[in-house]
């Protein structure tokens, strides 16, 4: 079973930018997502890159400052995040897809351990 890991994470000023990583333990075959949970909320989706990179999505309120990319040599799925704001704040989480849409936490399998972003004002 491929195992991810995600990092790059921390705590920024509003308007500021972060890349996270999601690192995988060999080589994956589905869908890889980002989603991000904030406390007493939902975990929601925010983006979604095709094991060859060539298809991607996003949450319509991301897709102007997020971009979901990857590089397979490293077997490494990136989340570059521009002009972050306070209401980013929350827990970003990479998964695999397995089934149905791409856009529902329900419809992936294997989820790494999160990495908390915090968005000061």
């Known amino acids: 079973q491929v195992q991810l890991t995600e990092s790059g994470g921390g705590l920024v000023q509003a308007g500021d930018s972060l890349r996270l990583s999601c690192a995988a333990s060999g080589r994956t075959f589905s869908f890889t997502g980002w989603f991000r949970q904030a406390p007493g909320k939902e975990r929601v989706f925010l983006a979604a890159?095709?094991?060859?990179?060539?298809?991607?999505y996003y949450a319509n309120s991301v897709k102007e400052r997020f971009t979901i990319s990857r590089d397979n040599h490293k077997n490494t799925v990136y989340l570059q995040m521009n002009s972050l704001k306070p209401e980013d704040t929350a827990v970003y989480y990479c998964?695999?897809?397995?089934?149905?849409?791409?856009?529902?936490?329900?419809?992936?399998?294997?989820w790494g351990q999160g990495t908390q972003v915090t968005v000061s004002s």
């Open positions: 890159i095709s094991s060859s990179g060539d298809d991607t």
């Open positions: 998964a695999l897809h397995r089934l149905g849409f791409y856009d529902r936490a329900q419809n992936y399998d294997v």
